[in-house]
């Protein structure tokens, strides 16, 4: 089955220590992104990846770090949370082409 | 700039009532996307439908239906005889396409809670 798969789906953890979001997908993308959702303002996008080893800042990097060192995977690290980094944070892929992106089920973050 | 609006932020009809749902965006390129995603209370975001800029035909699939209209930069969204099930946020997102013909981001609206009262 074709899928994004975010781990882990909940957290809460406190101000300043390190996390990582894992993000996978099985249908060979090119292309991932992570966005976060917060009410009022919909999504918007933290960074994104056009292949292995290339990535580029979206609308709200500060505070996040990525890597692409294989196709499957584009993990989303939090070096030292605060909280208005709680949030839904979601991870994408598509193909080329323009094709619809594919979103993994979310993850729910709360710094305390 | 590039923008998407979603002016309203919630709906409440009942079942069985046909509800329309605004989107209006903003881009200065001659080509781009449009997107609407659906999520339910359950949290996941469901694909619903691509539209590239040079198709304005309008487009159904069941109770679904969307209206795209450059002259007023909107593509609107229609349920007909709307159900439970279809209470969820829905949010439009707009994909401009780079001089390589593909770009990453989707530029979303702040979305629509829309909720079918029985």
């Known amino acids: 089955e074709a899928q994004v798969t975010q781990n882990p789906r909940y957290l809460i953890t406190v101000t300043g220590k390190k996390l990582t979001v894992t993000c996978s997908q099985n249908?060979?993308?090119?292309?991932m992104s992570w966005y976060r959702q917060d009410p009022g303002l919909g999504l918007r996008q933290i960074y994104y990846?056009?292949?292995?080893?290339?990535?580029d800042k979206g609308d709200v990097p500060e505070g996040y770090k990525v890597s692409r060192k294989e196709k499957r995977n584009f993990p989303l690290i939090l070096e030292s949370p605060s909280p208005n980094q709680t949030s839904l944070y979601f991870c994408?892929?598509?193909?080329?082409?323009?094709?619809?992106?594919?979103f993994g089920d979310g993850t729910r973050l709360s710094i305390l | 700039a590039q923008k998407v609006t979603q002016a309203q932020t919630e709906i409440s009809v009942v079942e069985k009532e046909d509800v329309t749902l605004d989107c209006v965006y903003e881009?200065?390129?001659?080509?781009?996307?449009l997107f609407w995603y659906k999520q339910p209370p359950s949290g996941e975001l469901v694909f619903l439908i691509r539209?590239?800029?040079?198709?304005?035909q309008n487009e159904i699939s069941g109770r679904y239906s969307w209206n795209f209209q450059k002259s007023t930069s909107s593509f609107n969204f229609t349920i007909t005889a709307s159900q439970v099930v279809d209470s969820a946020v829905y949010f439009c997102a707009l994909s401009e396409a780079d001089y390589g013909g593909a770009t990453n981001k989707l530029i979303f609206g702040t979305g629509t809670l829309l909720a079918v009262q029985p």
């Open positions: 994408a892929s598509r193909s080329g082409g323009n094709q619809p992106q594919h």
């Open positions: 881009t200065r390129d001659t080509t781009y996307y």
């Open positions: 249908m060979n993308h090119e292309y």
């Open positions: 990846s056009m292949n292995v080893e290339v990535t």
């Open positions: 539209r590239n800029s040079f198709d304005e």
